[in-house]
């Protein structure tokens, strides 16, 4: 049987902000189902990687694919969901919850009137994070931790096969952080693949394949699952200057290249 094509794959990427380059000649794969969460100090591209992912920052070298498809020819978006810093998003919108949510389904209903099914899409990922019971309150009147609920709950709402998440925990307090972990097993129960920018992974740690450190715009190490625990127990480690290489360190078989 044929191996099937990664949901992402990044080679060689390199970009810039206005006269600054803050890619510089990144790769990356990304397989089906894969939680791979990128982590680096502020500044070293993690944000600049997954937007340029879906499209909101141009490469301006190297190539970047979605499900085996060239980004200038991929259309269909429906697969993808995309939860932005909760800093950069529409905050002070006059909407509901459910309003916010349902926007989520956009990119399935385009100009078409919501369904039952959309309406039961919507329902279902206001549940998964704990929020059906405000759907009817405004936006306005959350927590910054129920509102990062709600973003999560937007990009659910769409079903996606990829779901790439921007600092989903930032800001966000312990109960908060365990509903969105527990809404993330759900999807990875179901085989959605996972790109995540996190400072640390929190409760997030069990369900992390590998994890990616960049600094300066590149790779600078990647740690696989027999790692991750010392990662959790010790997340400033994540930022800090890589230990010296031991003959017991393993292996990097697949995925992302240095």
Request: hydrophobic share 40%; glycine share 10%; aromatic share 2%.
């Given at each position: 049987?044929s191996?099937p094509?990664?949901?992402?794959?990044?080679?060689?990427a390199?970009?810039e902000?206005?006269?600054r380059?803050?890619?510089?000649?990144?790769d990356?794969?990304?397989?089906?189902?894969?939680?791979?969460a990128?982590?680096?100090?502020?500044?070293s591209?993690?944000s600049?990687?997954?937007?340029?992912?879906?499209g909101?920052?141009?490469?301006?070298?190297?190539?970047l694919?979605?499900f085996?498809?060239?980004?200038r020819?991929f259309?269909?978006?429906?697969?993808v969901?995309?939860v932005?810093?909760?800093?950069?998003?529409?905050a002070g919108?006059?909407?509901?919850?459910r309003?916010?949510v349902?926007?989520?389904?956009?990119?399935?209903?385009?100009?078409r009137?919501?369904?039952?099914g959309?309406?039961?899409a919507?329902?279902?990922?206001?549940?998964?994070?704990?929020?059906?019971?405000?759907?009817?309150?405004?936006?306005?009147a959350?927590?910054g931790?129920q509102h990062?609920?709600v973003?999560?709950?937007r990009?659910?709402a769409g079903e996606?096969?990829?779901?790439?998440?921007?600092e989903?925990?930032?800001?966000?307090?312990l109960?908060?952080?365990?509903v969105?972990?527990?809404?993330?097993?759900?999807?990875?129960?179901?085989g959605?693949?996972?790109?995540?920018?996190?400072?640390?992974?929190?409760?997030?740690?069990?369900?992390?394949?590998?994890t990616?450190q960049?600094?300066?715009?590149?790779?600078?190490r990647?740690?696989?699952p027999?790692?991750?625990h010392?990662?959790?127990?010790h997340?400033?480690h994540a930022?800090?200057?890589?230990?010296?290489?031991?003959?017991?360190?393993?292996?990097i078989?697949?995925?992302?290249l240095?």
């Amino acid at each position: 049987m044929s191996t099937p094509e990664p949901v992402i794959a990044l080679r060689g990427a390199t970009a810039e902000l206005g006269s600054r380059s803050v890619l510089r000649g990144i790769d990356l794969t990304v397989g089906h189902g894969e939680v791979v969460a990128l982590l680096g100090s502020n500044g070293s591209g993690k944000s600049t990687a997954v937007r340029a992912v879906i499209g909101q920052v141009p490469l301006s070298g190297g190539e970047l694919e979605l499900f085996g498809a060239p980004l200038r020819r991929f259309r269909d978006w429906r697969r993808v969901g995309y939860v932005p810093q909760r800093s950069t998003a529409a905050a002070g919108v006059p909407a509901t919850v459910r309003e916010v949510v349902s926007t989520g389904r956009l990119a399935r209903t385009r100009l078409r009137l919501p369904g039952r099914g959309d309406r039961a899409a919507v329902h279902r990922a206001l549940e998964l994070v704990g929020m059906a019971d405000r759907a009817k309150d405004s936006v306005n009147a959350l927590s910054g931790g129920q509102h990062q609920r709600v973003l999560i709950a937007r990009a659910l709402a769409g079903e996606p096969e990829l779901l790439i998440m921007d600092e989903p925990l930032a800001g966000v307090d312990l109960a908060s952080q365990q509903v969105l972990a527990d809404a993330l097993r759900e999807q990875v129960a179901r085989g959605v693949t996972v790109l995540l920018v996190l400072h640390e992974l929190g409760p997030l740690a069990p369900l992390i394949d590998r994890t990616v450190q960049l600094r300066d715009g590149r790779v600078e190490r990647v740690e696989h699952p027999e790692q991750l625990h010392d990662l959790a127990c010790h997340p400033q480690h994540a930022d800090t200057e890589p230990p010296s290489a031991t003959p017991e360190a393993p292996k990097i078989e697949t995925g992302l290249l240095s």
